[in-house]
């Protein structure tokens, strides 16, 4: 478990780096490949949800589960 080298132009090393410190993104790795003798991580950038999208979330959730309770005590159509 030692530290790699992220092979990326500094600037865009920078840049990434910034939005990380102050907009409260997260770099998130969305696949990870062989190729070769290397491992490639492909990476993304996102914004968390704010709050009232947690809630809207959470209620759907809730809905769908209810949702599936009734269905499942009644049998299904």
Not at 4 to 27: T, V
Not at 31 to 43: F, I, P, T
Request: no cysteine.
């Amino acid at each position: 478990m030692r530290d790699r080298r992220l092979l990326m132009p500094k600037r865009e090393i920078l840049r990434i780096q910034q939005r990380l410190q102050q907009d409260g993104y997260a770099l998130i790795p969305l696949s990870l490949y062989l190729k070769d003798s290397r491992v490639k991580v492909e990476l993304g950038l996102a914004k968390g949800k704010k709050l009232y999208d947690k809630r809207a979330s959470e209620a759907e959730r809730s809905a769908k589960r209810e949702m599936d309770r009734v269905m499942k005590s009644h049998g299904r159509y």
